[in-house]
Every structure is written in structure tokens, then in C-alpha cells.
């Protein structure tokens, strides 16, 4: 059973969130906060498998709960909510260990099957919106400037195409079909992607990219 935590400032949202988890065989809310730093305190003292984190919320924002949540060590993965496709704080919360993002108006399937990846220990990101986040904001990405970034060397040339593929936001199947290869050869090639790369998933390997200057 997938242990579900909801840290939104809004009790309706939260409410309608809740009764969709429950509505699945497979996952649970265990809990309800409306604010970061009670989500991080939820999370230190209970099993919590998945974290719904809003990212605007008194006391605390999502972005801080997150870092905390992910310093922490654990298996929780966090989800981040957001009504706006293109955020900032969604994107610091990403940098800080998310291990996705989906827009509050998803499909309820979506929604539930979101939840079940980030469980098992996948990433999660609206590809609608993946490259108009990462470009918004790659003018605020600090670190290595792209042509003194040599951590790309270590790839070999088909591993860099599935790599530019991944910061466009494409999936498996995608991937698969543009690049003519098997979906299996191709989560041979993420695989090594992300023992080469040092990546903990799929979200790392896009910001990595986009740090390299891959587009």
C-alpha cells in the first residue's frame, strides 16, 4: 500500500485530493498538513511513501520541505503540485530533490499513476511543460558555464542522443520510435545515464542536461 502525505493550504483541494487516493486498491492518505514544515515533521515520524507538495504555503514553501524531506534521507519522494505550468518555485523544488511535477488540473488517472511511479522510485514531469520550464529559468541556473562542463565527456555518442532526447521532455516510447532503437535498449541507455552522471532519475538527468547546455 502506497502511503500518500498532502501538504496543500487548502482544505478543498486537499479534501478532493484525499478522496481520490482513497479510492484507489492500492494507496493511502495517511495524513493531511497545509504548510512545509509540518510535512517535513509528518515525514520524520511516520512511514510516508509520497509526498503531494504544494509549493506555495505559509511557514514554510514546498521548495524548503522538500530539501529538508530529501536531506533526510529516507524513501519519501515528493510530487509537486502546481497550477502553473511554468514556475519557479517548481523548479527550485526539482533542483532540491522532487522527484517530478504535475499540474493540480491532471487527469485523475494521471494523478494516480504519477503517484504509483514516483513510489517506485521513477520520475515524474508534465512533458508539455518541460521545456518551457527548463528554459524559462536557465538563465538562473547556477554552476559550470556549458563549455567549461566536461562531465558529458564519459558518454559515448548514442548515449548523448538519448540523453537530448530526455531534456526535451520525451518518454521511452518516444525516445524509442525517434531514435529507432527498442524500448528496452533504450532503458539500458538511462540506465547508464544515470550511473554515469551521478543522476538519482529522470528529473536529475534533464537538469544535468540543461546545465551541459544540451538541448
Do not use: W
Request: proline share 3%; with cysteine; aromatic share 4%.
Amino acid at each position: 500500500m502506497i502511503k500518500v502525505l498532502l501538504a496543500d493550504d487548502q482544505s478543498l483541494v486537499r479534501s478532493g485530493f484525499r478522496m481520490l487516493i482513497d479510492s484507489a486498491d492500492d494507496m493511502e492518505a495517511v495524513g493531511e498538513v497545509d504548510n512545509g514544515q509540518q510535512a517535513v515533521e509528518v515525514v520524520r515520524s511516520r512511514p510516508v511513501d509520497v509526498v503531494l507538495m504544494d509549493v506555495r504555503m505559509p511557514v514554510m514553501d514546498g521548495t524548503e520541505a522538500t530539501r529538508r524531506i530529501t536531506a533526510l534521507g529516507g524513501a519519501t519522494r515528493v510530487l509537486v503540485l502546481t497550477t502553473f505550468d511554468v514556475d519557479e518555485y517548481v523548479y527550485a523544488a526539482l533542483r532540491n530533490g522532487a522527484s517530478g511535477f504535475l499540474l493540480k488540473d491532471a487527469h485523475p488517472d494521471e494523478l494516480l499513476g504519477a503517484i504509483r511511479c514516483v513510489a517506485a522510485g521513477e520520475a515524474v514531469v508534465a512533458p508539455s511543460a518541460t521545456r518551457r520550464l527548463l528554459d524559462r529559468f536557465a538563465e538562473r541556473l547556477p554552476g559550470v558555464a556549458p563549455e567549461e562542463d566536461t562531465r558529458l565527456d564519459v558518454l559515448t555518442e548514442r548515449e548523448l542522443e538519448v540523453l537530448q532526447e530526455v531534456a526535451r521532455g520525451a518518454n521511452n516510447g518516444e525516445i524509442s520510435q525517434r531514435l529507432y532503437m527498442a524500448e528496452g535498449t533504450v532503458k539500458t541507455h538511462i540506465g547508464r545515464l544515470l550511473s554515469k552522471l551521478g543522476a538519482r532519475d529522470r528529473v536529475h538527468l534533464v537538469l544535468i542536461a540543461h546545465d551541459c547546455g544540451v538541448r
